[in-house]
């Protein structure tokens, strides 16, 4: 009733998609009034070892999707009590974005514009009950590698290749929002501009690759120093800049003390040689909503930094 052929072929179809397709940790939420055809998908899907979660109307999906950040795809019926189809993508869409989760509709409406409707309102695709289990293994996979790629994309673009810190495009994507909210909500903020010192003769002694080395592990040495909550990004050459979520001067301070402690004391082992380097840091505990103006009077101290001998921290 809800599924085409169900076959001879199918299992030899079930196991030339098994083959193609990659045991996944993320999860699937099966969303439809009829424990049936709940029970029917869930199934179908398992066998593929996908992890699957089910919700028999829509409000139900959202208290999951809430409580399951790592679910990446909800399939759908249109037709439900209270909360339909339609409302239940719309209403996904103004929580998660199409990368961050995916939508299939699907009905057996015979209605016309019951697909391009779905697809209007935020679904990643749509396909019409009954249809072919193998259609469906394809959807989802298609679905979900499609998911990947966004992911994919975006992670690269949010990051610095070399270092794999964030770059400097996603650092002014999200900091100057958090700024603004601290500053409303009275929130202390720092900025910490880092830059390594004569990193020149760094690459005329040991090469260019010798630089990228000392480069990549000052970076991993930094990333280690901060929590979650800071956004630490490689805003160009040998120069790094923190900005530190809610926290004191002092205790910024003291982390960024004992970074350039860290890194005065750290071998980086190159060939047969080790490369040894020191930081500075300009440090300023934000007054104002203008990261640029922060930014830039932190670059000040940063220059006061190397200008008072270098190897030291200057708020
Ligand atoms: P200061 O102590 O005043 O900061 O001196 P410095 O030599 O560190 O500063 P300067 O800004 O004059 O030189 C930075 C150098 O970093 C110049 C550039 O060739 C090098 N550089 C920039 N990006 C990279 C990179 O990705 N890899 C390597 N190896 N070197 C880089
Ligand atoms: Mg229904
Ligand atoms: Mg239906
Ligand atoms: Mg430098
Ligand atoms: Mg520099």
């Not at 099966?30 to 049936?36: F, T």
């Not at 699957?52 to 950040?69: I, R, S, T, Y």
């Not at 019926?77 to 869409?93: A, K």
Request: with cysteine; charged share 30%; net charge neutral.
């Amino acid at each position: 009733y809800w599924i085409k052929e169900y076959s001879a072929n199918y299992d030899y179809v079930v196991q030339a998609i098994e083959q193609l397709t990659r045991n996944r940790e993320h999860k699937i939420l099966i969303v439809d009034d009829s424990r049936g055809f709940r029970r029917l998908v869930s199934l179908l899907l398992t066998r593929k070892r996908y992890e699957v979660l089910e919700a028999d109307h829509g409000g139900e999906a959202l208290n999951l999707l809430a409580k399951h950040p790592d679910i990446r795809l909800v399939v759908t019926d249109y037709e439900m009590p209270e909360v339909n189809g339609f409302e239940l993508t719309h209403r996904i869409r103004r929580l998660y974005d199409k990368s961050r989760v995916g939508v299939i509709g699907l009905s057996s409406s015979e209605e016309d514009g019951i697909s391009a409707r779905f697809l209007k309102i935020g679904a990643n695709d749509f396909l019409k009950k009954p249809f072919e289990v193998e259609e469906f293994y394809c959807r989802i996979n298609q679905n979900l590698e499609m998911l990947d790629l966004f992911h994919q994309i975006k992670q690269a673009s949010n990051t610095d290749f070399l270092t794999k810190l964030f770059n400097r495009k996603y650092f002014f994507e999200v900091a100057p929002a958090m700024l603004k909210r601290a500053m409303f909500s009275g929130q202390k903020m720092a900025v910490a501009m880092i830059d390594i010192d004569h990193f020149k003769k760094i690459n005329d002694r040991y090469g260019h690759d010798g630089g990228d080395v000392a480069l990549v592990q000052t970076a991993q040495v930094i990333k280690a120093k901060f929590r979650p909550q800071d956004v630490v990004a490689r805003f160009g050459g040998e120069e790094f800049c923190v900005f530190f979520g809610p926290i004191e001067l002092e205790s910024a301070t003291r982390k960024l003390q004992s970074l350039c402690d860290e890194m005065r004391g750290l071998e980086i082992p190159f060939g047969n040689e080790i490369i040894r380097l020191t930081l500075s840091v300009g440090l300023r505990l934000a007054k104002g909503e203008h990261l640029d103006l922060e930014i830039s009077l932190a670059d000040k101290l940063l220059y006061e930094a190397k200008r008072g001998g270098r190897d030291q921290v200057m708020v």
